[in-house]
């Protein structure tokens, strides 16, 4: 049971790795879930969108893509980040990018707990959901 961490074209962003595998762990109990296997691909705008039309079939660039095979409560999946577009949502944001990094990181979690954001309601609630997980990160 572990969270993994890779990169594809792209340096590893600056997280502390074991603090983070341990946040992700604190969030997934909140929502009533476990920790099986998480793998993070951190990877640039081309992969993405290659992924993207691979086996989404959309032709546009995002910042995350989270493949989900839970077990029941037990979180396992893959999850890509574009560095880039992360990057560039920061700035169009006004935000922080660690801070959009980390907001994006436990995104994916969220999916993989059953929280969905296609609605404007889901939205809402997927995004109380985050600053949540971002409040439980800086204590």
């Given amino acids: 049971m572990a969270v993994l961490y890779y990169t594809y074209d792209v340096k590893l962003p600056p997280i502390k790795k074991r603090d983070t595998t341990n946040w992700i762990k604190s969030v997934a109990a909140v929502h009533g879930k476990k920790v099986g296997t998480i793998g993070y691909l951190f990877c640039n705008d081309k992969k993405i969108l290659e992924v993207n039309k691979q086996y989404l079939k959309h032709d546009y660039y995002t910042d995350i893509i989270t493949f989900d095979y839970n077990e029941g409560d037990t979180l396992f999946g893959d999850i890509y980040i574009s560095l880039d577009t992360v990057r560039s949502n920061a700035e169009n ?23 969905n954001d296609k609605t404007d309601e889901e939205q809402d609630y997927m995004t109380r959901c985050e600053n949540e997980a971002l409040a439980m990160l800086n204590n």
């Avoid at 944001?93 to 929280?115: A, P, Q, S």
């Fill in 93 to 115: 944001y006004g935000t922080d990018y660690n801070e959009e990094l980390y907001r994006v990181i436990i995104h994916g979690v969220l999916h993989l707990c059953g929280i």
